[in-house]
């Protein structure tokens, strides 16, 4: 961030990505720390049964510990060099050219950084840290954000965080779904919480403004992985992951209704989808609402205006890692969700 101290430091990735797996082990996470990595320019020529290929495809051949993708960033950075002059992915390369390549290391493999990013701190202790996470923060490093998110935030509150995996990070947000969040502090703590969330002792809620009126609640119990040609979305799939969410009614209005729901196991977009799966797609989800929903004609602005998911974590339980006490957390709606509540209330006739 701008005009603010940055102080680089060290998360150990080996033992991120074996806490983070015993969490989420449908994550793909590509451990960097096994590529062989150099400063030193490469230098090769092209064989000549290389002749005809793309300038991409055939690095592809030459440097088969480099992923596709990360050499065709080295090409577009002006990285790699052909005959001497820049070259372009698509350019064709015929036999016997001179490539020369400087490797450029991954973000993911750059020390994370402290960044003075204001947290909302719901409690804190020698162990545990509960934040109340805004919309749009990012809540882990990644691509295209490899900084300003939650994760820069913490080891800037708390600089021993560096010595703890992710940060001391246990489950995630998406970035624009708001609410509570446990950090741990230390390893110990962390190991406690990962623990209770595999054993689903962690209790927590959250309310979601979906589209349509349901007058009741219940249970969907239906596994879910990646969708099979949507690798960006998630999806109820045979032979996923399996994923219980049990849901309420908190609030009827006309056209949509704001539903409580309950986790038992914490997929990536678990509500999000299994909501959508029953005819009820959350408000302001571009991902997974298709097409127009019914809506009163009133409503039809102010609901298709909202521009995120209406999802908020509301309610967090859990043990204490070290005293072993009971603890409980709420959060309000934020402002946003609220704003959009009343207008509801005032376009409509109020809740039923």
Request: with cysteine; net charge negative; glycine share 8%.
């Amino acid at each position: 961030m701008a005009g603010s101290e940055l102080q680089a430091t060290n998360v150990s990735r080996r033992k991120t990505a074996k806490l983070w797996r015993m969490i989420e082990p449908e994550e793909d996470l590509h451990d960097y720390s096994k590529d062989d990595e150099s400063a030193d320019l490469l230098e090769m020529k092209v064989p000549m049964e290389h002749g005809g290929l793309r300038l991409d495809q055939a690095l592809v051949k030459l440097l088969p510990e480099y992923s596709r993708s990360r050499l065709q960033d080295w090409i577009e950075q002006g990285m790699v060099m052909l005959n001497g002059s820049p070259a372009t992915v698509k350019q064709k390369v015929w036999g016997g050219e001179t490539i020369t390549v400087s490797p450029q290391i991954h973000p993911s493999e750059q020390p994370y950084h402290a960044e003075d990013i204001p947290l909302d701190v719901v409690y804190e202790d020698d162990a545990i840290l509960v934040i109340n996470k805004p919309v749009g923060l990012v809540v882990h490093p990644g691509s295209g954000n490899w900084e300003g998110t939650l994760l820069n935030a913490l080891l800037h509150h708390a600089p021993q965080l560096a010595d703890v995996p992710r940060a001391g990070i246990v489950h995630r947000l998406d970035k624009d779904t708001s609410g509570l969040m446990v950090v741990a502090k230390t390893l110990v703590a962390q190991t406690a919480l990962v623990r209770q969330m595999q054993k689903r002792s962690v209790k927590r809620e959250y309310l979601a403004l979906v589209w349509g009126e349901m007058d009741y609640g219940g249970t969907v119990d239906k596994p879910i992985g990646r969708h099979p040609s949507q690798r960006v979305k998630m999806a109820v799939i045979e032979g996923g992951k399996e994923a219980v969410t049990h849901y309420s009614v908190d609030a009827n209005f006309p056209s949509c209704t704001l539903v409580r729901c309950r986790l038992e196991t914490g997929r990536t977009h678990q509500i999000r989808v299994h909501l959508t799966s029953i005819g009820h797609p959350l408000v302001g989800d571009s991902v997974y609402q298709k097409g127009v929903q019914k809506c009163a004609p009133q409503l039809r602005e102010l609901l298709n205006g909202f521009p995120r998911q209406a999802l908020h974590a509301t309610q967090l339980a859990l043990e204490h890692p070290v005293t072993g006490e009971w603890m409980e957390f709420h959060a309000p709606l934020p402002e946003d969700l609220e704003v959009l509540l009343d207008s509801i209330d005032e376009a409509g006739d109020g809740p039923a």
